[in-house]
């Protein structure tokens, strides 16, 4: 898939609704911290994150989801580490519940070596599925305009699946499994990435969240595992203010060549409702919320775990 694709599917994401006037706008936003200790002796880190997002819905049928997160990441010595993406998927819905839509999303992504190269992607595609009251699944399949991971660029094929499942009013469970066939200069390769996420909320502003995802990424012979276990207070219990405040405790484990290496983290985060949404669920910079919505891109997705 090539870049002008991508143009023409950026302008059909902006062009398609304005046949509808919008009803209502829900979301959320995140700032957070992020402290993480990193072994082999590498230097620890202070990452600063802020993460927003949000579905805007037309009279038409059409929705238009939208999200956005830029992290930066300073260590204690060395350079600068940072994440920055950006997407929105179209979605039509039909009245009986399928729904199908387009996405387009940009990446860019600076690990300071930590995952090998820096890479900027660009990733476009359709969607299709179901989106019921108990049971939301979607396929995907599309491409990505990458930085290759060795020099010169790569096309990448991307597929997968996003499953959720919300059997109370306080319970979201939800997963995906999505895959990268990546044709580069050094010879084809593939990246796959999985994981499954669940938030609670206990009533009384108290709420729980956890995630977990793995990335293999034959390309540069890694193996990576990220984690995370939080909870959040809603603080218009005690102060009438429309924000959560969140903490979390993760972990990702990187398998490269030689000894593994571990980066543990304390997160925490202030989570402010937009537009109709409350500040139940897992906050936008945990390791849950990034298992329950993905990208459309097994390293990109994976990299938001990070910091």
Same mark, same amino acid.
């Given at each position: ?16 609704? *304005? ?6 706008? &829900? ?25 927003? @997002?949000?579905?805007?819905? =037309? ?13 930066? @990441? ?9 994440? =920055? ?8 819905? =039909? ?9 387009? &999303? ?10 090998? @190269? ?84 206990? *009533? /009384? *502003? ?78 936008? /910079?945990?390791? @849950? ?19």
């Amino acid at each position: 898939m090539k870049i002008t694709q991508g143009r023409v599917l950026a302008c059909a994401l902006l062009a398609v609704p *304005g046949a509808g006037l919008a009803q209502d706008f &829900e979301g959320s936003a995140t700032i957070g911290y992020d402290y993480s200790s990193v072994s082999n002796g590498r230097p620890d880190v202070n990452s600063y994150a802020m993460d927003g @997002a949000g579905t805007l819905g =037309f009279q038409n049928g059409f929705s238009l989801d939208l999200d956005g997160s830029f992290h930066h @990441a300073n260590p204690d010595r060395g350079s600068n580490m940072g994440v =920055f993406d950006a997407g929105g998927v179209l979605n039509y819905r =039909f009245v009986t519940g399928p729904v199908v839509g387009a996405y387009l &999303e940009y990446a860019s992504l600076d690990s300071n070596g930590l995952l090998g @190269a820096d890479i900027n992607a660009t990733s476009y595609g359709l969607t299709g599925g179901y989106e019921g009251q108990l049971l939301q699944a979607k396929l995907f399949y599309g491409g990505t305009d990458a930085s290759a991971v060795v020099g010169a660029t790569s096309d990448w094929t991307d597929y997968g699946l996003t499953v959720a499942y919300t059997p109370t009013q306080n319970t979201t469970v939800a997963g995906y499994w999505m895959r990268s066939d990546i044709d580069a200069p050094f010879g084809n390769t593939d990246a796959t990435s999985f994981g499954v996420g669940a938030d609670y909320n206990f *009533g /009384n *502003g108290f709420s729980g969240f956890g995630g977990i995802s793995r990335l293999n990424f034959d390309a540069l012979n890694i193996d990576a595992t990220s984690y995370g276990l939080g909870v959040g207070y809603d603080l218009n219990q005690v102060a009438r203010v429309p924000a959560q405040i969140s903490l979390e405790l993760a972990r990702t484990t990187i398998d490269p060549v030689g000894r593994n290496t571990d980066v543990d983290s304390i997160r925490l985060g202030v989570t402010i409702p937009l537009g109709a949404r409350n500040t139940a669920g897992a906050p936008l /910079n945990s390791a @849950a919320n990034n298992a329950m919505s993905p990208r459309h891109n097994a390293v990109s997705t994976f990299y938001d775990n990070l910091y």
